[in-house]
């Protein structure tokens, strides 16, 4: 197993910091090769600027229509980015921990999926049918995701009724909208909740609880996130009304 393991926090010694080793110890105690992209650490720089985009060099028109936004076309792609890119394409599995702030991740992890995920590489890829292959499907497809998340809330309010929203709500943008969009299957989130107030004790029950998700990280059934293509959609990508009949928001694109 190549494991890609993405970490954003600005403290190695913090609770996120420790579980962050403990993971990726774990793993290559049970034989998994690991990478690390421990975007503090690196310095990452998290903001796309007009170089990135690779579209206004040449140009003093104001927008006059579609263009591709895409420097990946012109080869242009920085260095930093394309490291990045070689790393996902060993990778057959990708964590990505962070720390829950203010109901997302961290910017300078945003960052690293504006950059990163680029059109080309990441998604934009054409199925034989012409049709474009995305949610399930396409650049990325094979791989394994999985999120670790530490919260400061309590477990009971992020949960169903929580005043939080859910955490399958919270991730969705990015387990839906990136992780399962560019294709990749996406394992249920661990997500350790009151990390800011945890006691020793509870360290070493998340830590055990880490190391046991990435026991079975090759056999762990994915999130049922509906396939694009797989007929649950009609022509605007809107569900077929007699699926989650009644119902709407995000849990309708679970197939269960
Ligand atoms: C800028 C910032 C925003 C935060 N927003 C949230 C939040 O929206 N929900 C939440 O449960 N905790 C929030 N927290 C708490 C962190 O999730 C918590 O401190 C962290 O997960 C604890 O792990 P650590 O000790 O490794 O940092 C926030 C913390 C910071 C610094």
Not at 112 to 140: M, N
Not at 176 to 203: F, K, N
Not at 206 to 235: C, V
Request: a negative charge; proline letters at 5%; one cysteine or more.
């Amino acid at each position: 197993m190549n494991v890609l393991w993405i970490f954003a926090h600005p403290e190695s010694r913090s609770f996120g910091g420790s579980l962050r080793d403990e993971g990726v110890r774990a793993l290559r105690e049970q034989g998994a090769e690991v990478r690390e992209s421990d975007l503090y650490a690196m310095k990452w720089n998290p903001v796309v600027d007009a170089d990135d985009f690779g579209s206004a060099a040449g140009s003093d028109r104001l927008f006059v229509g579609p263009t591709s936004k895409t420097a990946l076309l012109t080869g242009e792609l920085s260095a930093d980015i394309r490291a990045e890119h070689e790393k996902l394409a060993w990778a057959d599995t990708v964590i990505v921990q962070f720390p829950l702030w203010w109901y997302g991740m961290p910017a300078i992890l945003k960052g690293w999926f504006d950059r990163v995920f680029v059109k080309g590489f990441a998604y934009g890829v054409q199925r034989p049918d012409g049709r474009t292959a995305r949610y399930g499907e396409g650049a990325l497809a094979g791989k394994r995701a999985m999120v670790v998340l530490t919260t400061g809330t309590s477990q009971a309010a992020i949960g169903p009724r929580g005043i939080n929203g859910e955490v399958s709500e919270i991730l969705f943008p990015l387990q839906h909208g990136a992780l399962w969009y560019t294709g990749m299957s996406v394992l249920p989130p661990l997500t350790i909740c009151g990390a800011d107030r945890a006691s020793a004790e509870q360290y070493d029950v998340a830590a055990e609880a880490l190391r046991e998700r990435l026991r079975t990280l090759s056999t762990q059934d994915p999130i049922p996130f509906r396939h694009q293509n797989g007929g649950d959609y009609d022509d605007n990508l809107v569900l077929r009304d007699d699926l989650a009949p009644g119902r709407r928001g995000m849990g309708v694109h679970l197939d269960v």
